[in-house]
């Protein structure tokens, strides 16, 4: 997998979670390069879901059949 399929896929990821959960903003976004768990509790602050619920959700959204 090259960089441009990694981005590609995390684009499509980006949509899905911005789709679930409208309150996210592309600044919440574009904050994980390197910052996963800042980024998962950013996602929990906004939503009000626990870790699992938001790792869940964004396990499914990259289970796109891509």
């Known amino acids: ?3 441009l399929q990694i981005k ?7 949509g899905k ?3 679930q959960w409208a309150d996210l903003t592309d600044d919440d976004l574009d ?3 390197g910052k ?3 980024l998962l509790g950013r996602i ?3 939503t009000g879901k626990t870790r699992e619920e938001v790792e ?4 499914d959204s990259n ?4």
């Open 1 to 3: 997998m090259n960089t």
């Open 8 to 14: 590609g896929n995390w684009n499509i990821a980006k």
């Open 17 to 19: 979670l911005k789709q």
């Open 31 to 33: 904050y994980v390069e």
């Open 36 to 38: 996963e768990d800042e």
């Open 44 to 46: 929990q602050k906004r």
């Open 56 to 59: 869940k959700a964004i396990k």
């Open 63 to 66: 289970d796109c059949g891509c």
